[in-house]
């Protein structure tokens, strides 16, 4: 299985400030025939299920505002927040979708500062 | 707007079979996969598998020997079987659509079960 590991395990950020969390695979999801990049990132707020980001690394979801931006690529990755709101305090996972079985980062949580 | 509820017990007695259903709304559970993912409480995500509309259903490793999921798309509906389970099964269950190149796009709610005499 590709072992997915996030850092940091937990994030405090004053708002309109930038937040960075990482994410590393224990083997490059970076697909040879079409050179991209099997990795999605999700937010999990409070009760409610994962919600898509991002995929390919860095493309935007549809409606998700353009202050979150992933990037990396092969076995190294970010998501970055460049001015956190309030409403961006959630648990953030990475999962590559390259193999299956197909693993999710541990989460990181994300709070204001 | 794909919408995906899920149904079933929300208690299951150690050693019995966890059987959950995924109701899809608001689209054809045609040409997509779809998956079951699951969220121990207060814990991260585990990837159970994933079925296509056709069938030809992928699991963890970690489970395979007691999960099966099915399709039905007479009724747009896909289940999960889980047997044996013990506490370590308690969870969230989610099921979500996956997209062709593999993340997932829609996610139901959530159910959680609890595995408990």
């Known amino acids: 299985d590709i072992v997915m590991t996030q850092s940091p395990d937990s994030l405090a950020v004053s708002l309109g400030e930038r937040a960075t969390i990482n994410c590393k695979s224990s083997q490059s999801v970076i697909s040879s025939s079409n050179n991209k990049n099997y990795l999605a990132w999700y937010q999990q707020k409070p009760g409610q299920p994962p919600k898509l980001l991002i995929s390919?690394?860095?493309p935007r979801e549809s409606g998700v505002p353009d202050r979150f931006s992933g990037s990396g690529s092969g076995t190294d990755f970010t998501l970055t927040i460049s001015s956190l709101q309030a409403e961006d305090v959630a648990v953030y996972y990475c999962q590559q979708h390259y193999t299956t079985p197909y693993t999710f980062g541990q989460g990181t949580k994300l709070e204001i500062k | 707007q794909v919408q995906l509820q899920e149904s079933g017990p929300g208690l299951v007695r150690p050693s019995e079979t966890l059987s959950l259903t995924c109701i899809v709304s608001g689209g054809s559970i045609n040409n997509y996969w779809w998956s079951w993912i699951r969220q121990p409480p207060g814990k991260g995500l585990e990837w159970i598998g994933y079925i296509h509309y056709s069938g030809s259903p992928k699991y963890n490793p970690s489970l395979k020997s007691r999960v099966t999921i099915s399709v039905d798309t007479s009724k747009n509906q896909f289940s999960l079987r889980l047997t044996s389970v013990t506490a370590a099964d308690t969870a969230i269950y989610y099921c979500?659509?996956?997209?062709?190149?593999?993340?997932?796009?829609?996610w139901g709610q959530g159910t959680l079960v609890t595995v408990s005499s």
């Open positions: 390919w690394a860095s």
């Open positions: 979500a659509r996956v997209h062709p190149h593999g993340w997932s796009d829609y």
